[in-house]
């Protein structure tokens, strides 16, 4: 017999579908996901501290977060696969969900909500200091205390780089923006906005070369990409504004996808090019990528996939 409903990630969009569907007595299977598109329960599980997820006047730590969602969901019914979705058949139906292990499942709803991974600099340094200075996004992290009235760089030329970089003066004492490229990506409205901030200083022609810091992040080592020199930039914070890759791999072109390739959904809706195929969080949102935002799509896309199966014949 097919699931009544399988969902594919562990983030907040997908524990949250989960946590709702379980309630609704859909004995959801969840793959939450191994090696692929991040580690399981998504981006959080690599944030130390969330300060703006509501109900936690503290914070708390992205990991303990993630974890409470989860543990929700299982109290709730919700059963787990901790691996990798690697194949679907969405020209079948019930639709074909293909593990890493080689197992072939079958479902009658499909809540996609695999996310999205933020495309991160290959340095080695980079990779030591993730989340002790560095991260993929100013909006959950730029307030945190350790940034305050603080010198901060952002990386990237694009509309999300110069947005970040001007959310952040309303934290960091001076904010650089760090770009390759001698103009920017980004629309003409938002390029007037930071060219005319003045908290904002524009590096030109400028890529990373090093991360320095021992247990924190302390400045930056840029390279002119003209004159290849080398300067440093004594800074607090790096946060990488240089795109996001959704984890839309495994589908293999089967769903209608937007330029960015992040699935399209129906107007104030979850619903797919699939009819019974759902999306919702990052891998559908190119827009705001936050865990609230992400949860609440969650909710919508198990509301919605349970009002598909009683439409007919109460599947």
């Not at 009544?4 to 709702?20: M, V």
């Not at 970040?164 to 650089?176: D, N, R, W």
Request: charged share 20%.
């Amino acid at each position: 017999m097919p699931e009544r409903l399988i969902i594919i990630g562990s983030g907040p969009a997908g524990l949250t579908s989960a946590i709702y569907a379980s309630r609704s007595k859909l004995e959801p299977l969840l793959f939450e996901g191994f090696q692929e598109g991040g580690i399981p329960g998504g981006q959080l599980m690599i944030t130390n501290v969330v300060e703006n997820f509501p109900g936690f006047p503290d914070g708390i730590h992205g990991s303990e977060l993630m974890a409470n969602i989860r543990q929700q969901a299982i109290n709730h019914g919700t059963r787990t696969i901790m691996e990798d979705v690697t194949e679907v058949n969405l020209k079948t139906y019930p639709f074909e969900i293909k593990s890493m292990s080689g197992t072939v499942y079958t479902c009658n709803t499909l809540i996609i909500a695999s996310g999205a991974t933020a495309r991160r600099l290959p340095l080695e340094s980079e990779k030591k200091l993730w989340g002790k200075g560095i991260s993929a996004c100013a909006v959950c992290d730029g307030a945190l205390p350790v940034f305050r009235n603080k010198e901060l760089a952002v990386i990237g030329g694009g509309d999300t780089a110069v947005e970040e970089a001007i959310h952040l003066t309303q934290f960091g004492s001076k904010v650089y923006l760090i770009h390759r490229r001698d103009e920017l990506r980004a629309s003409k409205i938002m390029q007037k906005r930071v060219l005319t901030h003045p908290k904002v200083q524009i590096l030109w022609n400028k890529t990373v070369d090093e991360f320095v810091g021992e247990n924190q992040l302390r400045s930056l080592k840029l390279r002119d990409t003209i004159t290849d020199e080398i300067m440093d930039l004594e800074i607090a914070g790096a946060f990488e504004a240089i795109g996001h890759n959704p984890n839309t791999k495994f589908l293999n072109g089967q769903l209608s996808l937007t330029d960015q390739g992040y699935i399209k959904t129906k107007p104030d809706s979850t619903q797919t090019s699939i009819d019974g195929v759902f999306a919702a969080g990052d891998v559908q949102d190119s827009k705001y990528r936050q865990a609230i935002s992400a949860a609440g799509s969650g909710c919508m896309a198990a509301i919605e996939a349970e009002r598909w199966m009683q439409e007919r014949s109460g599947m």
